[in-house]
């Protein structure tokens, strides 16, 4: 059973790994170190998770509508086994995060992981949003009060 | 009555279809447009066919945009239709909009409140003039402008309400499984879980012309829009085997808390109540929609009359959905000749009866 602090950084990089497209995950990759060899254990495979909502926003739960998603599961050379569930429809995707899952549980080489594949697509995102949020403060309405012709 | 099978036909059904492929690609001369374009450029189209076929992949529903000649009810179909063929593996935690990326987020209720009002890319105030620029093509792109993002939270406008008491409370948090339609068929009376569901995927016409029905009379409730919200956010489940919750990407959500008039009863003080709207993709209209329909039909649950189309819940249930909809009214095309052929001598033999009957009257008539 893995300790809480290794449930978040876990958590952390395969959010990172989600939001990141392919060719992002591929250009990191492609700089790392090359990534240890694995076999597939389940998938890659795509289905569909219904995705929920609550009513009122933080009320009882129901169910929104489904979404597509991909998820893989290998094991690398290494003994690690990773995960990955993905949004979409992307195999290849699937099966590099999920290979990059088992490499960043390395006890030792998980820190050069995070390093060179997670901090860069990690800091990409943050810009990214960085920019929705300063394109959505643009269009904030600063209410003015007309001055009155009274004297 | 039971369906008789007829053959022949397979000719001109090949046929045909070949001319709906030549037709679909229209004029040769013209570029073929592709689906990465539909799904980037017609976004709102795409949101739709996604909220209709009740299933979230902008790319799926792009070729379904595509493949259906831009027929959105069509794509809505094609896209229910291949959803079946998947496998499903869990559902997802509630997703959280207090934490959305925002776009946009109005509220007509409060002028000045924390974390402002930000308009997003939005048609409101536009003046709704067409723009023969874009007809023209090759247009310029200017970079947005950017300002500085505050800090400052942007709190539910409806918990403002609820810091002094005003607003019902949004129900019970509980965390039973809700309501499954794509696992059990619709029945009544069907709780709120399963309602709000059956809206999110209901045809939008139907939602905004009942919810329209509501403002003009039939079920009014004095709807304010507490709060609308466009943006993305993160979409996390618990995988069996990790036993923890994990983020598996994003999706874009609009979501909007209609704030409603109430009397108050015996054991209620008077208070607002809610109307609830979640969609998937960029639709204001959707959700607004399906805000109003969802208070229209908690009539019962708050003591008031319902007698209008828009609180009668197996009406409105029964109706929303254009695929069951579009099926059941179009399938009055495909042959119903056997049908038609009983009703054919079903006719005959009255009209017989009634001009022998006739007759007999005229003659007995004539005698007298």
């Known amino acids: ?33 090359p990534l240890p060899a694995h076999t597939r254990l389940r998938g890659p495979e795509i289905g569909l998770i219904m995705v929920q909502g609550r009513a009122g926003g933080d009320g009882a739960p129901f169910n929104l509508g489904e979404m597509t998603v991909t998820r893989c599961t290998v094991r690398n050379a290494q003994g690690q086994i990773g995960h990955a569930y993905l949004a979409g429809r992307d195999p290849r995707r699937a099966e590099l995060v999920a290979a990059l899952d088992a490499a960043l549980q390395h006890p030792t080489e998980s820190a050069e992981w995070a390093r060179t594949v997670v901090a860069p697509l990690a800091e990409a995102q943050k ?10 403060a643009a269009t904030r309405v600063d209410f003015f009060t007309l001055a009155t012709m009274r004297s | 009555m039971a369906y008789v099978a007829v053959k022949g036909g397979e000719r001109a059904i090949d046929a045909a ?9 229209g004029d040769r001369s013209l570029p073929e447009i592709g689906t990465a374009q539909i799904a980037s450029q017609l976004g709102r189209a795409v949101d739709r066919v996604m909220a209709e076929g009740s299933c ?21 179909f094609l896209l229910r239709a291949y959803r079946t063929t998947l496998p499903r593996f869990a559902h997802s935690e509630p997703v959280e909009t207090d934490a959305m990326l925002l776009r946009r987020r109005i509220s007509a209720i409060y002028k000045d409140l924390p974390g402002g009002q930000v308009l997003g890319p939005t048609y409101d105030y536009t003046h709704r003039l067409l723009d023969f620029a874009l007809a023209a093509e090759s247009l310029e792109v ?9 800090s400052e939270d942007t709190p539910r406008v409806t918990a403002l309400l609820d810091q002094e008491g005003l607003i019902e409370p949004s129900g019970v948090s509980t965390e039973a499984e809700p309501g499954d339609l794509t696992r059990d068929a619709l029945a009544f ?17 139907f939602l905004l012309a009942l919810g329209y029905s509501t403002q003009r009379g039939y079920g009014n409730n004095h709807p304010f829009v507490g709060e609308i919200r466009v943006g993305e956010v993160a979409v996390e489940l618990v995988p069996p085997e990790l036993g923890f919750p994990i983020t598996i990407g994003t999706i874009t959500l609009t979501e909007c808390e209609m704030v409603n008039q109430f009397s108050g009863s015996k054991t209620e003080p008077p208070q607002f109540t809610r109307g609830y709207g979640l969609c998937f993709g960029h639709s204001e209209r959707r959700a607004m929609g399906m805000a109003l329909v969802d208070r229209a039909m908690r009539a019962e649950e708050l003591g008031e009359n319902a007698t209008a189309p828009a609180q009668d819940i197996e009406f409105v249930l029964s109706h929303c959905d254009n695929i069951e909809a579009t099926g059941f009214v179009e399938h009055l095309k495909l042959p119903h000749y056997v049908d038609f052929q009983s009703e054919l001598e079903t006719i005959r033999r009255m009209r017989a009866t009634a001009t022998a009957a006739t007759a007999a009257t005229v003659a007995t008539e004539t005698e007298a």
């Open chain 2, 189 to 205: 009376p069907a709780e709120r879980d399963v309602r709000l569901q059956s809206l999110a995927r209901g045809d939008e016409g």
């Open chain 1, 127 to 136: 810009e990214a949003r960085r920019k929705v949020a300063g394109e959505a």
């Open chain 1, 1 to 33: 059973m893995l300790g809480s602090q290794a449930i978040e950084a876990r958590q952390g990089w395969l959010a990172v790994l989600a939001n990141a497209p392919l060719a992002g995950i591929e250009d990191c990759i492609a700089r790392a170190a």
């Open chain 2, 17 to 25: 279809h070949d001319w709906l492929a030549r037709a679909r690609r």
């Open chain 2, 142 to 150: 200017t970079p947005l402008p950017l300002a500085a993002a505050s």
């Open chain 2, 56 to 76: 979230y992949d902008p790319d799926l529903a792009a070729l379904a945009i595509k493949q259906a000649q831009g027929d959105l009810i069509e794509a809505a």
